[in-house]
């Protein structure tokens, strides 16, 4: 079997198994419940976020920043999205309604120290906080 897949990617689990999923999602699943409740939420958001753990061509998919994308274009709102990692064809994502998307990992670092709980928190908290400080200045600027 061919140990790579999108874009030669591989990865393991803990468990040292390979676990990159094969085949590709056709649609988002919401039940119906949730769809209106975020429906909900969004509508009432200036800004929405969302994100997964690798941004890349797969996305456009069916992944969940995808489905919250096409959510939030009904009602016209900005999507941002956030990763840990971006690859080079999740320029595709903009198309998908994703307005903007950035990488959280914020220098050369193993996936196991990425995915650390605390490490990845303070990616996040720190990438976050940039993006809405470069927003706030543009809008200061008007």
Request: aromatic share 8%; hydrophobic share 40%; charged share 25%.
């Amino acid at each position: 079997m061919n140990r790579t897949c999108w874009n030669g990617l591989y990865r393991v689990n803990k468990k040292g198994d390979f676990n990159v999923p094969i085949g590709t999602k056709t649609r988002v699943l919401l039940n119906t419940d949730n769809f209106v409740l975020v429906s909900k939420i969004l509508k009432n958001a200036d800004i929405v976020i969302t994100g997964e753990g690798c941004l890349d061509g797969q996305t456009v998919m069916g992944k969940a920043p995808v489905g919250v994308a096409k959510i939030a274009r009904e009602f016209q709102k900005p999507v941002l999205a956030f990763s840990g990692c971006v690859t080079e064809d999740a320029k595709a994502c903009h198309a998908a309604g994703i307005d903007a998307f950035f990488p959280i990992v914020r220098g050369v670092i193993s996936l196991e120290d990425a995915m650390q709980t605390d490490h990845a928190k303070q990616n996040m908290t720190d990438t976050v906080e940039q993006v809405f400080r470069m927003l706030r200045t543009f809008q200061n600027i008007k």
